[in-house]
């Protein structure tokens, strides 16, 4: 199945239809709130969050790792995490739709998906992380029919250059001897 949908020009095709779904939805819910009125904040969220953490069926709580990090992190750093959060929906949004650097958006979209699903928001998470990993799977696949098929190339043309020691020159075997 992975293999198919790194290789196959149909899962390419298919991947194209997810991602711009996908990435219509992150796109908007960031436009929301980087434009909306009043101004976005995580603040409220990130309380209730802490206040009713998501417990097991003997009621304690399932994450406690996680919402020491909302107590003590996020919720201190709530203009922060606000800044990030419609920024990043917007960004994976752009990035899934116009298949630029399709791997990292969708890599950062189960980032958040699960952060939300760690602090009790169900909504339309599974879905999200599901197709979410598809295009994780894929690879350069998912972002083929998009920017990706000029820019992965390059990227890897790029930073290969930084991590090959450069061929010996005339003058460097002069030196030597």
Known sequence: MVNWLRTSKTSSVILLILRLWLGWSWFTAGVEKVFGTPPFSAAGYLKNAVAHPVTGSAGNVLYAPFNAFLSHAALPGADFFSFLVKWGELLIGLGLILGTLTTAAAFFALLMNFTYLFAGTVSSNPLDILIGMFIVFAGFNAGKLGVDY???????????GWFHKPEPTDMDTKAAS
Request: avoid cysteine; hydrophobic fraction near 55%.
């Open 150 to 160: 000029w820019v992965i190339p390059w990227i890897r043309r790029t930073v290969s």
